[in-house]
């Protein structure tokens, strides 16, 4: 019997935390089985006064053996490098995050998008389906050229990455990121010295500058 492959429309729960405030919206998409509480945590010292943002954690959750519900990773969706096979593929919670900010009425407010590692991956797929985007933010992440659009929505992607990442090769990522100038994406690339997969000072100062 053959194996087949239907994607199908439905609701799901997304959990997030917003804060209205002056200037652009600022979305942060968190990394691998982190939630939102945790990336906040570790970039609120880069944010400016009075800002307004909007932190949601991935459609899915993912308990492990230790974690509470209090302290749940989610994952934005399932990829499987062996076979270049996305099991859940971005599409879906870029769509879900689309709906997000539609049913909070901010599809009109200009956006900047941040993603750290698996969010970084996603967080141009989503400016796709947004409108209003200044430029998008990637953090200790790399880049799909190859599955990203030409749309009339035209933005900057901008990459920090850690000189000693042990996770995401940085001069992979760099090599990627000079690809996007194939659709008018390429912004800088800065590479923060003595830094792996994670968020420092250094990362938390180069951010600042695209959040003004």
């Not at 901010?106 to 970084?120: A, Y």
């Amino acid at each position: 019997m053959k194996e087949n492959t239907v994607y199908l429309p439905s609701e799901y729960r997304i959990d997030y935390k917003f804060q209205d405030g002056d200037g652009p919206l600022l979305i942060f998409l968190h990394g691998y089985a982190q939630n939102g509480n945790s990336f906040y945590n570790d970039i609120k010292d880069a944010l400016p006064a009075n800002c307004a943002v909007l932190i949601p954690n991935g459609p899915f959750p993912m308990p492990g053996q230790t974690r509470t519900i209090d302290d749940l990773g989610y994952a934005w969706y399932f990829y499987d490098a062996p076979s270049d096979q996305y099991y859940i593929p971005y599409t879906i919670p870029a769509d879900l995050l689309k709906s997000l900010v539609e049913n909070l009425k901010l599809q009109d407010r200009e956006k900047i998008i941040v993603g750290f590692s698996q969010g970084g991956y996603l967080a141009p797929f989503v400016a796709e389906v947004l409108t209003n985007i200044r430029h998008v933010v990637c953090i200790n992440s790399s880049f799909r050229h190859d599955y990203m659009k030409k749309t009339e929505s035209n933005f900057l992607v901008h990459a920090i990455n850690g000189a000693d990442d042990n996770l995401v090769d940085p001069n992979l990522a760099r090599e990627r990121h000079e690809k996007l100038n194939t659709l008018n994406r390429q912004g800088d690339f800065t590479l923060i010295p003595e830094t792996k997969h994670r968020i420092n000072d250094g990362i938390r100062n180069k951010l600042k500058d695209y959040l003004r």
